[in-house]
């Protein structure tokens, strides 16, 4: 008697653990379905971290190897074609603003959808450079992303970065990766 008691004491706790998983998991697929649904992932980042972190890093491995004298060897290549990936989807991500200040304000400007276009199809001209090993291709392609960083940031960078995010000296130890001869 005493036994079975026991069994269906602990048939009814491991039920009732099912129940409060099945519970847990629910609520949290509905939370995320909800937000896929509202399309509400908001970018958990700043435009200010996303520049230092990622496009300016990115870019100066366009700009260093396009300044390089040397002819440029087959990992050089394949490094400029990743960076170029990179910094073409950093286009679209500027879009969707950030967690800075002015990130969401910026990001409804049309200007600023336009600047991060140029800038995203410099960089596609980069990654084509790459892929053909092209070096006067990747020199354009520098030009014009040079160009296209320096409008969006006369209309409108301010002096000092909002969140004070700057390479030097907080991930300054992280440029330029490779050091060569020639190299900027
Ligand atoms: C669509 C507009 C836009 C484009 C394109 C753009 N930037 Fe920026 N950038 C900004 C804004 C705005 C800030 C300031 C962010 C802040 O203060 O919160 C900034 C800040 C920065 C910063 C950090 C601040 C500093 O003074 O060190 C760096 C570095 C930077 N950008 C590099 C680049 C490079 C390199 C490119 C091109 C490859 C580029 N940016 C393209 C808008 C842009």
Redesign the pocket.
């Known amino acids: 008697m005493n036994t079975i008691k026991r069994n269906s004491t602990a048939l009814m706790a491991s039920f009732i653990l099912m129940m409060v998983v099945i519970f847990v998991l629910n609520g949290a697929l509905t939370k995320s379905v909800e937000a896929a649904e509202n399309q509400n992932f908001p970018m958990p980042v ?3 971290a996303l ?2 972190t990622m ?2 890093h ?3 491995y366009i700009w260093d190897y396009a300044a390089l004298e040397d002819r440029m060897l087959e990992d050089e290549w394949l490094a400029v074609e990743y960076y170029s990936i990179q ?1 073409a989807a950093a ?1 679209p991500l ?1 879009t969707l603003g950030g967690t ?4 969401n304000t ?1 990001a409804m400007s049309p200007q ?2 336009s ?2 276009m ?2 995203t199809n ?2 596609m001209k980069s990654l084509n450079a790459a892929r053909l090993q092209d070096k006067t291709l990747l020199e354009t392609a520098g030009d014009e ?2 160009d ?6 006369r ?4 002096d ?4 004070g ?4 000296p907080l991930y300054d130890q992280l440029y330029h990766l490779f050091q060569r001869e020639g190299a900027l």
Not at 100 to 103: Q, T
Not at 160 to 163: G, L, M, N
């Open positions: 700043s435009v200010n520049m230092v496009i300016d990115s870019a100066h910094l286009g500027m800075g200040e002015l990130d910026w600023w959808l600047s991060a140029d800038m410099a960089a992303l040079l296209s960083c320096l409008a969006c940031h209309s409108f960078k301010p000092i970065p909002t969140e995010v700057i390479h030097d």
